[in-house]
């Protein structure tokens, strides 16, 4: 497995996990609270990991240009994902507590499919370049 593709693994369990330790700071300890939101938050990561590990695959060309654009659709929405979940965990909101459990992971599959788009869009211009300069 290549760096990349060990940042993408980060990216899909870090997430999750970050949002359950803030979850546990809001609420306590909660198992049924702990699972809805380590399932809620896995779903959209693993869309964008899986996006983002065909995209690698798709630029194995010798050179390797455009990697950590691959990773984009994963790596982008979990770095915000996390810093509102740590952002809610410090300072929660006294009239309705836990709202970012609900809202975000809709989010979350916004932002991988617009990353998504981007970093497919990203990776074809790098491509399209590199075998350009080749000929």
């Known amino acids: 497995m290549t760096n990349y593709g060990k940042y993408n693994l980060y990216a899909i369990l870090g997430l999750p996990i970050i949002a359950v330790l ?16 380590f399932g809620t938050n896995l779903a959209p990561m693993l869309i964008g990991g899986i996006v983002s590990a065909l995209l690698l695959r798709f630029l194995t060309k010798p050179g390797g240009k455009g990697r950590f654009i691959a990773i984009w659709p994963t790596v982008v929405p979990a770095a915000f994902a996390a810093l509102w979940y740590i952002g809610g965990a410090i300072i929660p909101n006294a ?7 609900f809202a975000l992971p809709i ?9 998504s788009v981007v970093a497919l869009i990203g990776c074809l211009v790098v491509r399209s370049s590199g075998s350009a300069t080749q000929a």
């Open 22 to 37: 803030g979850s546990i700071v809001a609420f306590g300890f909660l198992p049924d609270t702990i699972a809805f939101v």
């Open 95 to 101: 009239s309705d507590p836990g709202r970012e459990y």
């Open 107 to 115: 989010y979350l599959v916004m932002w991988v499919v617009v990353m």
